[in-house]
């Protein structure tokens, strides 16, 4: 796949193709279905290049950075899942203001027929573009008659939540996680969330206890709410390598405050592996996949108490990811 993050770097090989354009944060099954439709299509229409037009950042840290909440996948992973589902030409928009000032019809006329001159623009029928997010997939399909483009509207996916069919959309997804449910969340992005990070200095506590733990800085991304987690584990020197590995080593999570042992409860975001032969952590990139929620976070009388529970924890993490 060929990241283009310049618009001057747009050349003819990506005209004429099959373009989606969306921001795709957690490229959950949604945002799979709209790319495989654009394969799809793009087979139809003589194997023309897939594209997909994204941002960074997203377009509300620009117009409304107050209202810009945390992303769920940062751009690198972003970038490895689009390439994995097929995507030939990622198209980065940068922070252009000029850009999202224009009108729908002056969006496709001054910017898109001119650059890339799509065959199909595949999209949601939530899709929204243009000032003040003006245009709709009707707008788009009208405009697309004037220039010559197929309008393609992918029908949304949908996910059982508590016995109730849910739209997926990224926002769905935030608020599983702010609730603790990764379960859920894993079966609308169609894999466990992953939160990556570089390993930081922690307190010490866990090895204190018998309990070694690799603390991570997952910068911007979602913190799933405070509590503790069975997951897996990927370990790398680098966040291009942390990607593309296939690893899965498993482990207990733990995030949130500690209450128990200090009074200005600082936020900790812990992994315990099991495998006790890992080593040296510090310097290392490190995702967390999770997989299933265990407990919520609570304030122990002594360290033998919280030995006790860090030993349950484990042995219920360990039940849960032999059948993952």
């Known amino acids: 796949m060929q990241i283009i993050d310049k618009l001057d770097k747009i050349d003819d090989g990506i005209r004429h193709c099959c373009l989606t354009i969306g921001n795709f944060d957690g490229f959950h099954r949604g945002h799979q279905e709209i790319i495989r439709v654009a394969r799809e299509t793009s087979e139809k229409l003589g194997n023309c290049p897939v594209a997909v037009m994204t941002f960074d950042p997203h377009p509300t840290a620009i117009l409304h950075p107050e209202m810009m909440p945390r992303i769920l996948t940062p751009l690198s992973?972003?970038?490895?899942?689009?390439?994995?589902?097929?995507?030939?030409?990622?198209?980065?928009?940068?922070?252009?203001?000029?850009?999202l000032t224009l009108s729908p019809h002056e969006f496709v006329e001054n910017f898109l027929m001119k650059s890339i001159s799509p065959k199909a623009v595949i999209e949601g029928d939530d899709f929204r573009f243009g000032y003040g997010r003006s245009g709709d997939v009707y707008i788009l399909s009208q405009i697309g008659k004037t220039f010559g483009f197929d309008v393609i509207v992918v029908k949304p996916e949908n996910v059982q939540i508590d016995n109730v069919s849910m739209r997926i959309s990224s926002t769905m997804i935030r608020h599983l996680l702010h609730k603790g449910?990764?379960?859920?969340?894993?079966?609308?992005?169609?894999?466990?969330?992953?939160?990556?990070?570089?390993?930081?200095?922690?307190?010490?506590?866990?090895?204190?206890?018998?309990?070694?733990?690799?603390?991570?800085?997952?910068?911007?991304?979602i913190i799933p709410v405070e509590g503790v987690y069975a997951g897996f584990v990927s370990l790398a020197d680098s966040v291009e390598k942390l990607i593309t590995l296939n690893q899965k080593l498993p482990a207990v999570f733990s995030l949130g405050r500690a209450k128990t042992f200090v009074s200005d409860h600082p936020m900790l975001i812990e992994a315990h592996l099991f495998d006790e032969n890992i080593g040296d952590l510090y310097g290392k990139y490190l995702a967390m996949d999770f997989v299933d929620f265990i407990r919520t976070q609570q304030r122990f009388e002594s360290e033998?108490?919280?030995?006790?529970?860090?030993?349950?924890?484990?042995?219920?993490?360990?039940?849960?990811l032999l059948n993952e």
Do not use: W
């Not at 992973?77 to 994995?84: C, F, I, N, Q, W």
């Not at 097929?86 to 940068?94: E, M, N, P, R, S």
């Not at 006790?308 to 219920?316: L, N, P």
């Open 77 to 99: 992973l972003r970038s490895a899942l689009l390439e994995s589902a097929g995507v030939d030409y990622l198209i980065v928009l940068k922070d252009n203001y000029q850009m």
């Open 181 to 221: 449910n990764v379960a859920e969340a894993a079966a609308a992005l169609g894999r466990p969330y992953r939160l990556m990070g570089n390993v930081v200095k922690g307190r010490g506590k866990g090895t204190e206890l018998g309990f070694p733990t690799a603390n991570i800085d997952p910068h911007e991304q």
């Open 304 to 320: 033998q108490k919280l030995k006790e529970q860090i030993e349950k924890d484990c042995r219920v993490a360990q039940n849960i």
